[in-house]
């Protein structure tokens, strides 16, 4: 069994159109919604072995905040920075397979896409810090596919 969780970045600020779009820091609210985030994830009792994120600013600061509340070590991966679905899918599959609970913070509409081909219309929208889980009845991550894919929740702060 495998699990992986794709989570999109907090609210990121516009306040300065001067700032490149890898620069955007996440604003109040993206700052709010993350501890949120991370500690539903503790309630959910949710174990994840490893935390990979875009190094743009504010999904490396959303994906701090939950791998202080989560106590994992953060890496960093620029390919998730616009990723599409397909890079995320397959980042995804060459993970080591020793993981068995990785967890992508990345961007729209890269994620949303991801978590419609692996669990097809199972959601309309991937709002800002919102995270789908998704479990996979395989030994390998190679072997993830929407064959083997469950949506086991989809948390996003206002549900």
């Known amino acids: 069994m495998k699990t992986l969780l794709l989570a999109r970045h907090g609210k990121s600020s516009w306040d300065n159109d001067s700032i490149d779009d890898f ?17 539903r994830l ?8 490893r935390l990979i994120t875009s190094d ?10 939950y791998a202080q509340a989560l106590q994992i070590q953060l890496m960093h991966e620029h390919s998730l920075y616009q990723a599409s679905s397909y890079d ?9 397979d020793h993981l068995s609970a990785v967890m992508l ?15 097809p219309g199972s959601i ?15 030994a390998h991550w190679v072997a993830i596919s929407p ?3 469950e949506l086991v929740s989809f948390e996003y702060p206002k549900k």
């Not at 620069?23 to 500690?39: F, I, S, T, Y």
């Not at 743009?56 to 905040?65: F, H, K, N, Q």
């Not at 309309?124 to 395989?138: G, K, L, Y």
């Open 124 to 138: 309309e929208d991937m709002p800002t810090c919102s995270i789908a889980i998704i479990r996979f009845d395989v």
């Open 88 to 96: 995320i899918v397959a980042q995804a599959k060459k993970l080591q």
């Open 105 to 119: 913070v990345g961007h729209n509409p890269g994620m949303q896409e991801a978590v419609d081909y692996f669990c």
């Open 23 to 39: 620069e955007r820091p996440l604003n109040q609210r993206g700052l709010a919604d993350a501890p949120v985030m991370a500690k």
């Open 42 to 49: 503790n309630e959910m009792d949710i174990q994840v072995d």
């Open 56 to 65: 743009a600013i504010r999904a490396y600061s959303t994906a701090e905040i």
């Open 147 to 149: 064959a083997s894919a």
